[in-house]
Every structure is written in structure tokens, then in C-alpha cells.
């Protein structure tokens, strides 16, 4: 025990913490930062090359002027330790057109426009605390920081996606999920506010991802929700990513105006939700993490009770078919870095064979003891959230590692680099496996209140 704690305590202490005070001004318009930097650096950078364009001025603490090259403000002693900076932030969110109709009183841009920082290693971190005019909020993907509103710490973390920034007016709310907290940001359309029961819903679908091994896989993840409309007939929530620069946030465009049937129809949030359960994985290996997201969307569902068992098995089915059709001259590997456009079922369902053959395969070497949920369940220990960016061989080496029976690096070498489809139909149609699936698709309740809702709604 007491090793386990010094050794906490090591990892817990960073290495540096800079310091950064941002004040926001009344009109929204203008950010002004402070940085006060723990040591010195030669150089800050901004992670948008977009962000000179919004610059204003720098000066070292000094009052020297730092010249910019490119993205970098250099230190002309090479001794930079506390700097201040001016950035037209209603300019910068002027000019992404596509995050414009929010209202008037509610800028959302790149983190990465406004913010120069030194490189973060290791445990550094920035603590970064806005001042804000009276009723204006702020969301950011980083971690807040307990007992301080308004201050938040910024640490190294993959470079996946363009996190965003909101300013001003927004709904803002906090959804417990078991020790888990989800800050939920439902920005608002021209026509006003989100209708809340959205928000809710989004809250009650993160919960169903406990549904896999009784808690949320990040501790503290944000979800941002964009209203779209205008669809009739259209999907509750069309489009998602999940960015996990700065901190893991879960973006969907989300229309309000939809039916509530529609929103009990999506599929599209578990899915991003799902993405959470495994580290962030470069490019070329999103086989890995979109395979394993489609075979737990659906098993997650069929466990909230929103797709009967067979429903969900048809749905697996289905996906893997459409994936042993599509360009199976392009092993996983080569149809995620391929030119090609239509590799999009290969990439999407490859993993997911991947994911039931795993799954299935563990349960019955163990006898139901092993599962990919419990696999999962330890990675999530031991691993997640990540700061860095894993490659899919790493993760399966990782994922042997925890299980018993070793299976994950073996799957992998047989088919990462392999033309074809793994081998899937014993697993999905076998009749000594049927209780196996059974098992995997059963029932489930998540111990959150709010799931009384979905319970209702399943007996009508
Ligand atoms: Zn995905």
C-alpha cells in the first residue's frame, strides 16, 4: 500500500505548472492572457497555424515585443519565462463559418486559435484560470479544478481532432455517471435555448456505456451538442466525432425537433460514447477503434433495452457482410490508409469481427469468467484516459497482457495486414455459442435514477 501511494504521489506531482490568467472582455471581442511559465522556454507555439491571424500583440513580461515566426513567438534572449498576449477572439470566431449560429451572445472556436503554450511533457501541466465578464461562461475540454470555477488544467494529451471553446451563453449541466462526471454544453440555436430533455437523453445514452463494466470509462469527459434542424424524417443525431486534444470531448450535431422515437433510434452517440472505452489510436489504425465501437453500440443497446437481442445480432450480422463485401482485395490495414472511397465498410466492420471473435473466444475458454467487457474493464484501470496516441498492436499487446488467455495480438497479426474478412460465421451462428450470445446481449441496468425513464418507455 505504501508503495503504491509513493508511487501515486510520484506520478501526481508534475513537473512543471505554468500558470495562465485569461480575461475575457465585456463585449466578448478581445482575450487577453497572462502567462506566468514555470522555468524558461526559447519558444511558444499555437497548435492552428490559423492563430497568427488572430493575434494581436505579445511582449515578454519585460515588455520586450516577441516576434512571431510562422506559429512560434520566440524569446529574443531565449529566456522566455512570463509573457502576455492580446487575440481578436470575435474575430477568430468570425471567420469558422461553420460554428456561426449560435446567437449572438456565444462564441465557439478552436482551443487551438487563441491559446500559445510551451510544449507540455510528461506530468507539466497549465493551469489556466479565466476571468469572465458578470452572466458569460466558458467550456473547455480540459479538467476543471476542484473547488476553483473557472480554472482548469491543461496537459499533454493526443493530438486527435480540434478541440473547441465556447464563450458566453450556453446551457451548461453535469451528469453523474456512478464516480464519473460528464459537463454536458448544449449550445443554443437563433430560435434560443436547447429544449433540456435533449441534454438529458445525452446523459441516460452516456450512462448505457456502463452497461459494458459498471462505470464510464473517463472520469471527467465533456460532450458538446450542436443544434441542427430543418430535417424532417432525419436522424435525432446525425453526425458525432470524439477529439481528445486537451481532454476527451464527445461532439454531436444533435435536431431537437426530432420525435422521441428518433432519439430511441439513434445509434450515433453510443457510438461515440463507445470510443471512449479504448485510448486514442492513429489514423491508420481506426479500423481498430471504429470495429470496436460498432460491435459495442449494438450489444450496449440490446443491454439498455433499446434493440431486443435478435436485434441486435441481425445488425452485427448485417454490418459484417457489408465488411466481407467491401474491397476484399485491401487488408484493414491498407483500406484505412487507402486513397479508395469506398473502403468504409471494411474499416467500420473488419474490427468489429475482431471484437466478437475476441469476446466470444474469452467467454468460452474461461467459462463466462473472461469477457471483453472485463478486458476492457482492466484497461480502462490501468490506462485510460490517455495522454498519448497508442498503435492498434500496442493495444492488443496491452489487452493480452490483462486476460487470461491471451488471444488479442494473435487476431491482430492474422488480419491487420491480411486481404479477405476474419472468419466471423461459427461465431454468429454457431448453436453451442447461442448462450454465449445470449450472455453478451442480456439485460442490463445502469444504477443511475434517470434509467427508470428507458425502463418505462421499454413496457409499452
Ligand atoms: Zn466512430
Keep these: 500500500m505504501l508503495v503504491a ?20 472582455s465585456e463585449d466578448l471581442q478581445r482575450l487577453d492572457v497572462v502567462a506566468r511559465l514555470d522555468g524558461s522556454v526559447r519558444h511558444v507555439s499555437a497548435r492552428r497555424p490559423e492563430a497568427r491571424d488572430y493575434l494581436a500583440e505579445a511582449y515578454g513580461c519585460d515588455g520586450a515585443r516577441l516576434p512571431r515566426t510562422g506559429s512560434r513567438l520566440t524569446s529574443p534572449s531565449g529566456n522566455l519565462t512570463c ?73 499533454s494529451s493526443p493530438r486527435s481532432g480540434s478541440p473547441l471553446a465556447v464563450f458566453g451563453q450556453f446551457d451548461a449541466s453535469v451528469v453523474s455517471i456512478g464516480e464519473a462526471r460528464l459537463r454536458i454544453v448544449a449550445l443554443p440555436s437563433r430560435r434560443g435555448p436547447m429544449n433540456p430533455a435533449v441534454a438529458d437523453w445525452i446523459g441516460e445514452t452516456a450512462a448505457n456505456i456502463s452497461l459494458a463494466y459498471g462505470r464510464f470509462p473517463n472520469p471527467d469527459a ?19 466525432r470524439v477529439v481528445r486534444d486537451g481532454g476527451e470531448t ?21 457510438h461515440e460514447f463507445t470510443h471512449l472505452m479504448l485510448p486514442y ?3 491508420n489504425d481506426r479500423w481498430v477503434s471504429e470495429g470496436f465501437a460498432q460491435y459495442y453500440q449494438n450489444v450496449l443497446l440490446a443491454r439498455a433495452g433499446r434493440y431486443s437481442p435478435d436485434e441486435a445480432w441481425r445488425k452485427i450480422g448485417e454490418g459484417l457482410e457489408r465488411g466481407r463485401r467491401s474491397v476484399p482485395h485491401l487488408s484493414p490495414d491498407e483500406a484505412a490508409s487507402a486513397a479508395e472511397r469506398n473502403t468504409r465498410m471494411k474499416i467500420y466492420w473488419s474490427g468489429a469481427a475482431l471484437a466478437l ?70 461465431y454468429l451462428d454457431a448453436a453451442e455459442l447461442a448462450e454465449i450470445r445470449a450472455a453478451i446481449t442480456a439485460r442490463r441496468y445502469t444504477d443511475r435514477p434517470g434509467s427508470q425513464e428507458l425502463r418505462r418507455h421499454d413496457r409499452k
Design 5 to 24: 501511494a509513493a508511487l501515486l504521489g510520484a506520478a501526481a506531482a508534475p513537473a512543471a505548472t505554468h500558470e495562465y490568467r485569461v480575461t475575457l
Design 83 to 155: 509573457f502576455t498576449y492580446a487575440v481578436e477572439l470575435g474575430r477568430a470566431a468570425r471567420a469558422n463559418s461553420r460554428l456561426q449560429a449560435f446567437g449572438p451572445d456565444t462564441l465557439v472556436l478552436p482551443v487551438n486559435d487563441w491559446l500559445w503554450r510551451p510544449q507540455l511533457g510528461g506530468n507539466d501541466e497549465i493551469v489556466v484560470t479565466f476571468d469572465l465578464p458578470q452572466d458569460a461562461n466558458v467550456s473547455v475540454p480540459w479538467q476543471p479544478v476542484d473547488g476553483r470555477p473557472g480554472t482548469f488544467r491543461l496537459r
Design 222 to 240: 465533456r460532450v458538446l451538442l450542436f443544434p441542427v434542424t430543418g430535417r424532417p424524417g432525419g436522424s435525432a443525431v446525425p453526425f458525432g
Design 250 to 270: 464527445v461532439e454531436l450535431l444533435v435536431d431537437p425537433d426530432q420525435p422521441e422515437s428518433a432519439f430511441l433510434g439513434d445509434w450515433t452517440a453510443t
Design 281 to 283: 489510436v492513429g489514423r
Design 357 to 426: 471473435i475476441a469476446d466470444v473466444e474469452l467467454r468460452r475458454r474461461s467459462g463466462g469468467k473472461e469477457t471483453l467487457d472485463t478486458a476492457l474493464d482492466r484497461l480502462q484501470a490501468c490506462c485510460l484516459p490517455s495522454r498519448r496516441t497508442w498503435t492498434a498492436r500496442k493495444l492488443f499487446a496491452k489487452l493480452d497482457e490483462l486476460v487470461a488467455t491471451p488471444l488479442f495480438v494473435d487476431l491482430y497479426d492474422r488480419h491487420a495486414d491480411a486481404a479477405g474478412f476474419p472468419d466471423f460465421d461459427e
